[in-house]
């Protein structure tokens, strides 16, 4: 992966049958693999917003989201570096709590790696950590030398810029400011 870093492509559109297809193709005709993906509502209503991650070049990643906004669906999109933002995953790891309790002090456990237990009976326990894949895995690593982890799974980034308000909501404030101004020189 030569000269590719992990970008993180954020895409505003109307939640729209098929356009999740239309995206996903644009990263195939580049040659790239969509390492996450999470899509959900936005802070603006009606609004869906789709996270993607992939590992690219700058130039490939600009021609991605160029792409990407021809979509007649789409409102919108960026892609922005791990810098520019404010990112995180969600994973849980089933356990045998006999096994677990065995091995591991879990006041000290759960501490040591800020995570939380969601549910515990004799035969299992789920553990819930949130924190970049950096952490999640180093923590699925551990487990499973401690103790065999049953079941795994971590979620897509979930990510906002550092700036105060959502991207689109710039954009559709310019776009009405607009609008108001046209209005105002038709009537006048």
Not at 23 to 29: D, G, H, K, L
Not at 31 to 55: M, R, Y
Not at 101 to 109: I, W
Not at 116 to 127: E, G, H, S, W
């Amino acid at each position: 992966m030569e000269n590719k870093i992990l970008y993180t492509v954020t895409i505003f559109s109307e939640n729209t049958v098929g356009l999740l297809n239309q995206v996903t193709a644009v990263f195939t005709r580049r040659q790239l693999n969509i390492e996450t993906l999470s899509v959900s509502p936005s802070a603006i209503e009606g609004i869906h917003k789709f996270t993607i991650t992939a590992f690219s070049d700058r130039e490939t990643i600009e021609k991605v989201v160029l792409s990407i906004d021809k979509k007649v669906d789409v409102l919108k999109s960026y892609y922005n570096t791990d810098e520019e933002l404010i990112h995180q995953e969600i994973a849980m790891y089933k356990l045998s709590t006999p096994e677990f309790l065995q091995q591991v002090s879990v006041e000290q456990f759960i501490r040591k790696h800020s995570a939380i237990i969601l549910d515990i009976n004799q035969d299992t326990l789920v553990i819930e950590k949130t924190g970049h894949y950096g952490e999640t895995q180093a923590l699925f690593n551990e487990l499973n030398e401690k103790v065999r982890v049953l079941q795994f799974i971590r979620s897509g980034r979930i990510a906002i810029t550092r700036s105060k308000t959502e991207r689109l909501s710039d954009m559709l404030a310019e776009i009405e400011e607009k609008r108001k101004k046209k209005e105002k020189k038709i009537t006048r």
